[in-house]
């Protein structure tokens, strides 16, 4: 059996699909041909489609059964949830424009186990996945297949919290930073508490204002005289997250359709594409200690 390697790297993020093991449990324990993983590999992923959307519009698909069947979590014992630092090192590599690597999504009508992403998080929810289980259903499904720690940590800033705490960045960061280090600060804090230059990233991603309201109404409620530069900053930083954030080429994800195309794939063609995109990052990832987590 292939094993799987769950390297820590800058983010903070283990970048690890299915293994292979899992991929065959989750769709029903198929039995691998050494011939078929040779001609998986050498076709299959060729013909994987790859899509661009914003990084709002996938949040938005999550738990979401209207967004053409939603994206979801294959329901086998992993929470798919880091740290809180972890959440707060992927955020930064967004605003500093890193690129985050794409998500591989297996749209299906298979009754396969899924669950729903954790909007809000407490510890005590690794040890109760079921809680979050989905009814075994026919209707049109996307499992998430790779990437689901990112997703899930996306689903976790800027939709729900983290122990009771949200996700918030200083409005005032952005400052060339020592390697290993955020450049954007962001922090997990209690709404009840929270103050400023420390702005919810919620209200910045998700607001219908226009970036000069948001401007305003930072500074008005900043409880202090803010110098020019400093406002010159929230302005800089307000478009940043825009853009971040809204931009339709901001996310890409590789999408394996056996609906519109059942007989292209079959259950081991599945297994054997999670595998080699195991093996891929296997092989990218030697010896890169210290190369950002979307590069492998």
């Keep these: 059996m292939m094993r799987s390697s769950a390297?820590?790297?800058p983010c903070g993020l283990k970048l690890?699909?299915?293994?292979?093991?899992?991929a065959r449990t989750l769709i029903g324990g198929i039995s691998a041909d050494q011939a078929h993983a040779k001609r998986a590999r050498a076709m299959l992923l060729s013909m994987v489609r790859t899509l661009r959307l914003s990084i709002l519009r996938v949040v938005s698909y999550l738990n979401s059964p209207d967004e053409d069947g939603g994206f979801w979590l294959p329901h086998i014992p992993r929470s798919f949830v880091g740290s809180q630092?972890?959440?707060c090192r992927l955020f930064d590599s967004i605003l500093r424009q890193y690129p985050i690597g794409t998500f591989l999504i297996?749209?299906?009508?298979?009754a396969v186990p899924r669950r729903k992403f954790i909007d809000h998080f407490r510890e005590a929810h690794r040890d109760r996945l079921e809680d979050f289980r989905m009814p075994a259903s026919k209707r049109t499904t996307c499992l998430v297949l790779d990437g689901q720690q990112r997703l899930q940590s996306l689903c976790i800033g800027l939709r729900g919290s983290y122990e009771h705490r949200e996700l918030y960045l200083?409005?005032?960061s952005g400052e060339a930073a020592a390697p290993g280090e955020m450049k954007f600060k962001f922090r997990f804090l209690d709404p009840r508490t929270a103050t400023f230059p420390h702005v919810r990233v919620k209200d910045l991603a998700l607001s219908g204002d226009t970036p000069r309201v948001i401007v305003n109404s930072i500074v008005e409620k900043a409880g202090r005289t803010l110098a020019t530069t400093e406002i010159d900053r929230i302005?800089?930083?307000v478009a940043l997250v825009s853009?971040?954030?809204r931009n339709e080429s901001g996310i890409g994800y590789q999408e394996v359709d056996s609906i519109d195309h059942p007989t292209r794939y079959t259950d081991e063609d599945i297994a054997e594409i999670i595998s080699a995109r195991e093996r891929r990052r296997d092989a990218l990832g030697q010896g890169r200690h210290g190369v950002h987590p979307?590069?492998?």
């Design 243 to 245: 853009d971040a954030f």
């Design 106 to 110: 297996w749209k299906t009508t298979a």
């Design 7 to 9: 390297r820590s790297v």
């Design 235 to 237: 302005r800089d930083l």
């Design 85 to 87: 630092e972890q959440i």
């Design 170 to 172: 200083d409005i005032l």
């Design 16 to 22: 690890r699909a299915l293994t292979t093991e899992e």
């Design 294 to 296: 979307s590069c492998v």
